[in-house]
């Protein structure tokens, strides 16, 4: 049985789970109880047996994610000394790989994606985008430094356009299609074919061996933080303990067989 959320929807059908970051009336910024309730989704997902892969995205056209609640941030809510360096503090356990949820995770983006909102993008697998979407970082206007996501982004796009994007503090906003361009996302579509489009790559995806998937992503995830030689042992191990997995007997019968694997489930 799926958790109830009060910032989220949640949703599960023919293995993909639906993630909406549900706050239109705050162009869906994330406050702490939404960063909680992200972690619970995560974790939900990536032990739910019946889950392959996921759907993140936002609700409404207007703004996918605009960072954290800016209301929070004026309370001290958000910045209680307490918690916001620590390594549990709920900014850092928003995204699926912050969470280590291997599952994969396509990313809509159906809108504005603005400072902590692109925590989503620098952790996102495949990244399908809304054609009048646009990518941009205001923390250093309001006093903040911009941090963590620019770090992340810059595994994804050259350093320029991240700090151009991070000095300029919402001065200029990237589009979609420079985002296209810069390698930032994978497709950009009209906003009516965002949601028909994700889904098409989740049921592709969804088609495979969930634990081959998982595996997959952790292992090319996980080679970013290591040297090449560490990374391809890393990987090795990976392969060597698969081994014994009996989805590699199982999609090799159904090849010859010529029928639609019946893959065991991945629970982590």
């Not at 989220?8 to 109880?33: C, M, S, W």
């Not at 810059?154 to 200029?172: F, K, Q, T």
């Amino acid at each position: 049985m799926s958790p109830s959320f009060d910032t989220l929807l949640y949703d599960v059908e023919d293995g993909v789970a639906t993630i909406v970051l549900n706050r239109p009336e705050k162009h869906n910024a994330f406050n702490a109880q939404m960063a909680d309730e992200l972690s619970l989704a995560w974790r939900t997902l990536h032990e739910s047996p019946e889950v392959v892969c996921a759907i993140l995205t936002g609700s409404g056209e207007k703004s996918f994610c605009t960072g954290m609640d800016v209301a929070d941030v004026a309370s001290g809510r958000s910045l209680d000394s307490g918690r916001v360096g620590r390594e549990d503090a709920p900014w850092n356990r928003l995204t699926a790989i912050q969470n280590k949820c291997w599952k994969p995770v396509i990313t809509a983006v159906n809108g504005m994606v603005n400072g902590g909102g692109l925590h989503f993008i620098a952790d996102a697998d495949l990244i399908v985008c809304a054609e009048h979407a646009t990518f941009f970082d205001t923390h250093v206007k309001v006093g903040l430094i911009a941090g963590l996501e620019p770090v992340g982004i810059a595994r994804r796009i050259p350093l320029e356009a991240v700090l151009r994007m991070s000095l300029l503090g919402g001065a200029e906003r990237m589009s979609a299609q420079q985002a296209l361009a810069l390698g930032l996302v994978g497709e950009v579509v009209p906003k009516e074919a965002l949601m028909p489009r994700a889904r098409e790559l989740a049921a592709a995806i969804s088609q495979h061996s969930p634990t081959a998937l998982a595996r997959t992503k952790q292992t090319i995830w996980e080679s970013l933080d290591r040297g090449l030689d560490e990374a391809l042992a890393n990987t090795w191990t990976a392969i060597n303990e698969h081994v014994d997995h009996p989805d590699l007997k199982e999609g090799a019968l159904a090849f010859v067989e010529k029928r639609k694997p019946r893959w065991a489930p991945y629970t982590g």
